[in-house]
């Protein structure tokens, strides 16, 4: 951790930006927070810093992330991480029955809620993830808001253990 808490601002936000989709804001805002003191007072420092932002910023991470099975997975334009996230759950080997379920949810719930669906699709399975979005397209918009935000926390976290 000695190396982590040594790292300057830009050298921080290159290694833990990525850690939340296209916003290095968040790592950038949690630098200030060291020292930390083990790998998990880091990563609350970075959860903080996305709590803490205001919603504008925080709608923003949740719009950053990729449909699910969409058409970023499909042309091959989404992070690797999410590339990998998805295929681990078999979003990239779907039928075409899958496919066109995948299509009409991620539809229906951009129309409800002007984000995509945020899942932490290594807690799922395919049919997990149907059901799941689902049951949350009955949320509020803010329920949905903290929801989503609640499992950008569980990737992020998932991505940081990877990391070190």
């Not at 719009?63 to 990239?92: F, N, V």
């Not at 009409?104 to 997990?128: I, L, M």
């Amino acid at each position: 951790m000695e190396a982590v808490n040594e790292l300057g601002r830009e050298a921080f936000v290159e290694r833990y930006g990525p850690l939340f989709e296209h916003s290095p804001w968040v790592a950038a805002d949690a630098w200030s927070d060291r020292p930390f003191a083990d790998t998990d007072e880091l990563f609350e420092a970075l959860r903080a810093a996305m709590y803490s932002a205001p919603r504008e910023r925080q709608l923003a991470l949740i719009r950053a992330h990729p449909d699910l099975a969409g058409k970023a997975a499909i042309e091959g334009t989404i992070t690797e991480t999410s590339k990998r996230e998805q295929a681990s759950a078999g979003l990239d080997r779907l039928t075409p029955g899958e496919y066109e379920a995948f299509m009409r949810t991620n539809a229906a719930y951009r129309e409800r809620f002007g984000f995509p669906f945020v899942v932490c699709v290594r807690e799922h399975t395919k049919e997990s993830i149907l059901r799941v979005a689902a049951e949350r397209l009955e949320h509020t918009r803010d329920e949905e808001v903290r929801v989503a935000l609640e499992e950008i926390a569980k990737i992020a976290r998932l991505r940081l253990e990877e990391l070190e």
